[in-house]
């Protein structure tokens, strides 16, 4: 099935000018790369811009109204998860990634990088909008911490997610390869019977439509096979997105190159 027209496009009501967000990510040098004081400039500016529309960005669903807005976000198969509890496991392709997909629904848990949970000025802003685990990458005692609270955070909700970038870094998925993924999310669904749901994100733009495809929950519980088939429905997805076909993600250098060579 291809997904030209059906996809919602939120937020038309409100008139937001983009060019501020845009000057920030042009001084930034993209969105792939941010330092959390960089992070904190976004979340300022974004707060800021929902309090201009006569939104509250303390409440996440008026949060995202905005962020919606701001980067163009066009949404397909949403809203069969807004009821119930899952495990989403989108690529990862910038650093807005996690900022959207945890305002996307409410009751959600993000699994970032520990940057993001230790510096209070950031977390100060996040900690109002969604829930947030630190994660040290290849630090098996760190991992299996994020993954019990993972489990709590859906075992106390009846409606709510977790999101977790299995490729546990920003990469394209054509340097992606099965074995650079994360399989712990496989604990999280056979603890908690949350559903295992890929989700394709393109690259945030505030200059052309940021797609967003939500595909069906994943059978594969098999760790050996788990990496392969993740990668396989990514794929899929993407290859729905067309009129245009998905954008090309644009990458710094340290982004570029094969995940299992950047040793963390």
Same mark, same amino acid.
């Given at each position: 099935?291809?997904?030209?027209?059906?996809?919602?496009?939120?937020?038309?009501?409100?008139? =937001? %000018?983009?060019?501020?967000?845009?000057?920030?990510?042009?001084?930034?040098?993209?969105? %792939?790369?941010?330092?959390?004081?960089?992070?904190?400039?976004?979340?300022?500016?974004?707060?800021?811009?929902?309090?201009?529309?006569?939104? %509250?960005?303390?409440?996440?669903?008026?949060?995202?109204?905005?962020?919606?807005?701001?980067?163009?976000?066009?949404?397909?198969?949403?809203?069969?998860?807004?009821?119930?509890?899952?495990?989403?496991?989108?690529?990862? =392709?910038?650093?807005?990634?996690?900022?959207?997909?945890?305002?996307?629904?409410?009751?959600?848990?993000?699994?970032?990088?520990?940057?993001? &949970?230790?510096?209070?000025?950031?977390?100060?802003?996040?900690?109002?909008?969604?829930?947030?685990?630190?994660?040290?990458?290849?630090?098996?005692?760190?991992?299996?911490?994020?993954?019990?609270?993972?489990?709590?955070?859906?075992?106390?909700?009846?409606?709510?997610?977790?999101?977790?970038?299995?490729?546990?870094?920003?990469?394209?998925?054509?340097?992606?390869?099965?074995?650079?993924?994360? &399989?712990?999310?496989?604990?999280?669904?056979?603890?908690?019977?949350?559903?295992?749901?890929?989700?394709?994100?393109?690259?945030?733009?505030?200059?052309?439509p940021t797609r967003i495809i939500f595909g069906e929950p994943m059978e594969c519980m098999?760790?050996?096979?788990?990496?392969?088939?993740?990668?396989?429905?990514?794929?899929?997805?993407?290859?729905?997105?067309?009129?245009?076909?998905?954008?090309?993600?644009?990458?710094?250098?340290?982004?570029?190159?094969?995940?299992?060579?950047?040793?963390?």
């Open positions: 099935m291809e997904i030209k027209k059906r996809f919602v496009r939120m937020s038309e009501e409100y008139n =937001i %000018d983009r060019s501020r967000m845009k000057a920030l990510i042009e001084e930034f040098g993209g969105v %792939d790369s941010y330092t959390t004081t960089q992070a904190v400039s976004i979340f300022e500016l974004l707060f800021k811009m929902t309090r201009e529309v006569g939104l %509250d960005p303390e409440k996440s669903n008026e949060f995202f109204e905005v962020v919606s807005k701001v980067y163009n976000l066009e949404i397909h198969n949403l809203e069969k998860y807004k009821k119930g509890k899952y495990v989403f496991v989108p690529n990862h =392709i910038s650093e807005f990634d996690g900022l959207i997909l945890g305002t996307i629904l409410a009751n959600m848990m993000v699994v970032a990088k520990t940057d993001w &949970v230790s510096n209070p000025d950031l977390n100060a802003y996040i900690e109002k909008l969604f829930s947030i685990v630190g994660l040290h990458r290849r630090d098996t005692t760190s991992g299996l911490e994020v993954l019990r609270k993972c489990a709590e955070h859906l075992e106390k909700n009846e409606n709510g997610g977790v999101t977790v970038f299995v490729q546990q870094t920003i990469a394209a998925l054509d340097i992606t390869t099965p074995e650079d993924i994360a &399989v712990g999310v496989i604990f999280i669904a056979q603890k908690t019977a949350a559903p295992i749901v890929p989700v394709y994100i393109e690259q945030a733009s505030v200059g052309q098999n760790k050996r096979k788990f990496g392969e088939e993740w990668l396989k429905n990514e794929l899929e997805l993407r290859a729905k997105i067309t009129s245009p076909a998905a954008r090309v993600p644009v990458l710094c250098e340290k982004h570029r190159k094969p995940i299992k060579e950047r040793g963390f």
